[in-house]
Each structure stands twice: as C-alpha cells, then as structure tokens.
C-alpha cells in the first residue's frame, strides 16, 4: 500500500476535517524531495518549460506520449504533452498533482531549494 492511501486511512481514522486535502499535503511533504527531482529531470530530458495548466488537466485516454498526432494542432499538442508528463510522473504522484503545493514544487526555483543545485 502506498503512503497516501495510508495517510488518508489515517487522517479518516483520527477524524480530520477535509482529509484528502489533509492527507495531500502530508503526502506532499513527505515526497517533497523526489517531486523536486522528478521536477528537475523532466525540465532536462524531456520539456525545458513546463506548462503548469497541465498539473490539474486530467489524463488524456485516446494518446500516449509518443504519438505523432499529437502535432496536428494545438488541442492534439496539448493533450500530447499531458499525457507524456503522466507517462513521466510514477502513478502514485498522479492525484496529488492537481494540487497547489505540487506546483510549486515542480516550479524550477523551489525544486532547486529543495534537492540543493
């Protein structure tokens, strides 16, 4: 079982107000480092300039990050890039993503705070 299953189990158990926003901001906090770092590698291997309204667009079915229709148009474009950022990011990241603190982490300034360069 993953760690934000277990925080949300928890946070229902102690009976938090808003616990899936409590226990996306705990998951958050404990995987701060690796979302910097995925952050960062994403930012070299893959798209130097993250578009940050694709952090809370859900992920496209009908495309895969390696199709080549995702260059007919600009819908297709975007839907190319989502899908090859949720192809990048482990699934476990994938709820936490619409989240505003994700962004920031994923923002190049504070994910070079974090994992120090």
Known sequence: MDELTDIVKNSKRTGQKNSK?????????????EIAT?????G???QPW??????????????SGMDL???QND???HDGLMAELYE???????????HSQ?????????SSKIIGF
């Open 21 to 33: 926003t409590t226990a996306n901001t705990s998951a958050l906090g404990l995987r701060a480092k």
């Open 38 to 42: 995925l952050a960062k590698k994403y």
């Open 44 to 46: 070299v291997m893959v």
């Open 50 to 63: 993250l578009d940050e309204s694709l952090l809370s667009s859900p992920q496209p079915s009908d495309m």
């Open 69 to 71: 229709s995702r260059y």
């Open 75 to 77: 819908s297709t474009k």
């Open 88 to 98: 990048f990011l482990p699934n476990y990241l994938h709820a936490l993503m619409p």
């Open 102 to 110: 994700f962004v920031t982490l994923v923002s190049p300034l504070e």
